[in-house]
């Protein structure tokens, strides 16, 4: 599909090894492999994830989508698609329409799939889109928690609303150090390394919850769903930090 020298290229589980992810380069990584390894497992349940080239192959963004079902965050919404990301690092990329042609892209196989519409979180906050996009395509806001709106886009103006789950009901069964994550972020394997190596420097115990289904990400203790820092109860970060960052948090407590 070609749109203003833009073309989308969904990935499927043969092709997802032969060129990098927009979001992660080096296609031998910890983090590329497992994310592979994800999404073709995943791939049945519906997710997808769509390229933006220009005519000379160069990526210019993606988009990760898949029904509200089986999405890893936690949202309750029925018959969506729900987008996980979307990333245009360029301005001039954005600029010339990408990110629009990517989101179109999806809301286009929502209406093919039979959906009721398409929903995401979005926040002013680390690692997730801002909502500023959604909203110039028409996008309303139809629940809010923490520093995560969850936007739709209902095909049908009768169409229940989409909530998001109470992630802070869970908090209490992780006492001591904690991490939880998942595969879903070809990040979280760079993000795991340092902050396992600093904690093992420091003497700390810190324990690794892998989350391996999207109605455990559901449940998850934090609004991102496949990443959550847990100290006795308390959430400290709810996205992929540095090892400098956690240096500075063990300084604080």
């Not at 020298?5 to 990584?29: A, F, H, M, R, V």
């Not at 009901?169 to 190596?197: F, K, M, R």
């Not at 391996?212 to 959550?228: D, L, R, Y």
């Amino acid at each position: 599909m070609a749109s203003n020298q833009i073309n989308l290229i969904e990935t499927d589980p043969d092709n997802i090894g032969k060129k990098s992810l927009y979001c992660i380069l080096d296609t031998k990584s910890n983090g590329f492999q497992e994310k592979k390894a994800w999404y073709q497992k995943q791939h049945k349940n519906g997710l997808r994830l769509v390229t933006a080239e220009d005519e000379k192959g160069k990526q210019l963004g993606f988009i990760e989508y898949a029904p509200a079902e089986h999405a890893w965050r936690p949202v309750a919404a029925v018959n969506f698609l729900f987008i996980h990301c979307i990333m245009v690092k360029s301005k001039k990329d954005r600029a010339s329409g990408v990110g629009n042609a990517l989101i179109g892209y999806c809301e286009k196989a929502a209406r093919d799939l039979k959906k009721a519409g398409v929903c995401t979180f979005t926040s002013n906050g680390s690692w997730l889109a801002d909502s500023k996009i959604f909203k110039q395509r028409g996008y309303q806001v139809s629940d809010t928690k923490g520093r995560f709106e969850l936007m739709y886009f209902p095909f049908d103006k009768a169409t229940p609303k989409p909530k998001i789950n109470n992630w802070e009901e869970n908090l209490d069964e992780y006492q001591g150090w904690n991490i939880v994550y998942s595969n879903q972020c070809p990040w979280h394997d760079s993000c795991l390394t340092a902050l396992v190596g600093i904690a093992m420097d420091e003497g700390i115990e810190l324990k690794l919850k892998e989350i391996k289904t999207p109605e455990e990400a559901k449940k998850a203790p934090s609004g991102f769903g496949t990443f959550a820092l847990i100290k006795d109860g308390v959430l400290l970060e709810d996205h992929y930090i540095s090892g400098t960052r956690f240096k500075n948090i063990l300084k604080k407590i």
